[in-house]
């Protein structure tokens, strides 16, 4: 009965940006959240982000690079990403539940975009 949609993936530049955003209907997620996925690879967690925003959760690969963020009256998330490297290169995608809690594994979100590719070339 929820969905996610992702968009604003793209190629670009080390050292450019890109803004991902999750477009969220259906119903209210308590939590959403950014994992990427390359192939042969386990999908990686990215950040997460509480309802208010009170509580944020990034990788250590991100941190200092991405900033997530929403905004409740789009039920839209986002993910700035800056400073981009070849190694974030991967399939991004919007996770969420809806019940409270920031958690870093896959299996605690039960809705999932259909993933947008993040190309970053040297």
């Known amino acids: 009965q929820g969905q996610l949609v992702e968009s604003g993936g793209g190629l670009v530049q080390a050292g450019g940006s890109l803004r991902l955003s999750c477009a969220a209907s259906?119903?209210?997620?308590?939590?959403m959240a950014w994992f990427r996925q390359t192939p042969g690879k386990e999908r990686e967690f990215v950040a997460a982000?509480?309802?208010?925003?009170?509580?944020?959760n990034y990788a250590n690969s991100v941190k200092g690079r991405f900033i997530i963020s929403r905004d409740n009256t789009k039920s839209t998330a986002y993910l700035q990403m800056d400073s981009l490297k070849p190694e974030d290169t991967a399939d991004y995608y919007c996770?969420?539940?809806?019940?409270?809690?920031?958690?870093?594994?896959?299996?605690?979100?039960?809705?999932w975009g259909q993933g947008t590719q993040v190309t970053v070339s040297s």
């Open positions: 996770a969420a539940r809806v019940g409270v809690g920031v958690y870093v594994d896959t299996r605690h979100y039960s809705y």
């Open positions: 259906g119903r209210s997620f308590s939590t």
């Open positions: 982000i509480s309802w208010s925003g009170n509580t944020i």
